[in-house]
């Protein structure tokens, strides 16, 4: 049971509970970074890597600090904290020890403290009641997810850009937003096909 | 002619740049998570934007005051924590009054947090402004976010649930889009919102198009 409901929550946070196209999150990334394949990558793995590290860190605090405490209600202050602490530490070691990924992804960790997906893996682990595993899976699941979402939306743009005539008042935006809802279309399909809670 | 002396006043132009010009939604496309994830319904919406327009009031307010004791270095840290403690406030407000709405609400309350509008006008405005106004220009960017929330609510509750506030309002034989109500729904429905203000901006100042690819 616990090794097909690992992979039952790691599939259905890609795709039956996309971040980007269920639950609607990590929009300002999204619209701004979509223009170039190159960068929607570099962008989807920082997003990976942060989402990673803050589930690993957020969960033992709140489960075996604040819950304990009963001070679960300054939640939100303590996972805002550790999500800025944790961007300026990968920050700090990616510069110092692997230069070669500064370029490949270093460089939009400062932009990830505002993510929204990032405080939201927190706050479902909470709201879902999610194990230390699960959590894991969980949180990997949805970053690659809300990549994958990226990486789709980029590559059609960079194709939309080469060859298509969009009305000036829907540039930019407003494309990227009809690409989304048909994205979000496509994905609506897969629901049913699994369910996580 | 009194009201249009009102507009060149330097309070009259914060609110028209907030509600208009620089619409937090439709102009610079900021904070659009809760905006498209909370609109299916109007009574969520509207506990939303009340939500969003106290705690970017209280905020510009704290951050204005504060501005000469924030340290330039610790100044995003500093709003981030500002930001959460009226969250938090939010968030047991509603837990206390209307634990319905922060039940459907869910993770959306927290996320205020990390709603780009609120730390942006912090940021750009509140930290180099006196209070008064900084308070104006977090009352109009709030505003001027809560009507486009409302707009869009309204479309597309009207026609994926056939209600306003829960009261049916369409004939039944009316057909009831439902992916309205989901996610493509609200990435539709922005869009075209998008679309009618920017051709509306770009025919008032048709120099000033379109913004980054």
Known sequence: MPL???????????????????????????????????????????????????????????????KPADASYISYIVFILIIAGTVQLLEIIIEN????????????????????????????????????????????????GWTLALLIIAAIKEKLSLQSDVPSGLQGAGITLIIAGILAMVFLGFTGMMKIQ | MKWKKIAYTRSGRIFINGLWKDNPVTCMVLGICSVLAITN????????????????????????????????????????????????????????????????????????ITNCIILGRAESFASKN?????????????????????????????????????????????????????????FFVLAIVLWIYRTLQARKHPKKSSDQG
């Open chain 1, 4 to 66: 097909s409901h690992h992979l039952l929550i790691f599939l259905g946070a890609i795709f039956t509970h996309n971040l980007a196209l269920t639950y609607i999150l990590g929009m300002c990334p999204l619209i701004a970074l979509s223009g170039h394949l190159k960068t929607a990558f570099g962008m989807g793995l920082a997003v990976i890597t942060v989402m990673l590290f803050t589930a690993l860190f957020n969960w033992p605090l709140y489960h075996l600090l604040l």
């Open chain 2, 130 to 186: 006196k209070a008064l106004y900084a308070f104006l220009d977090a009352l109009a960017v709030g505003l001027g976010y809560a009507y486009i929330l409302i707009i869009i609510a309204l479309i597309r509750e009207l026609l994926a649930y056939g209600t306003i506030f829960n009261y049916p309002l369409l004939p039944s034989f009316f057909p009831k889009m439902d992916v309205l109500g989901m996610a493509p729904g609200a």
């Open chain 1, 97 to 144: 020890f692997f230069p070669r990924l500064q370029n490949a992804f270093g460089i939009y960790l400062p932009l990830i403290t505002v993510n929204c997906t990032i405080l939201a893996i927190s706050l479902f682990i909470v709201l879902r009641d999610y194990s230390f595993s699960e959590t894991l899976i969980f949180s990997l699941g949805s970053g690659v």
């Open chain 2, 41 to 112: 319904r109007l009574d969520n919406t509207l506990a939303m934007s009340a939500g969003v327009i106290f705690v970017m009031v209280t905020t510009s307010l704290l951050v204005s005051w504060l501005r000469s004791f924030i340290p330039v270095r610790l100044r995003i840290l500093t709003f981030m924590l500002i930001i959460s403690t009226f969250v938090i406030c939010v968030d047991l407000f509603l837990k206390a009054f209307f634990p319905e709405i922060s039940r459907t609400l869910g993770p959306y309350v927290g996320l205020i």
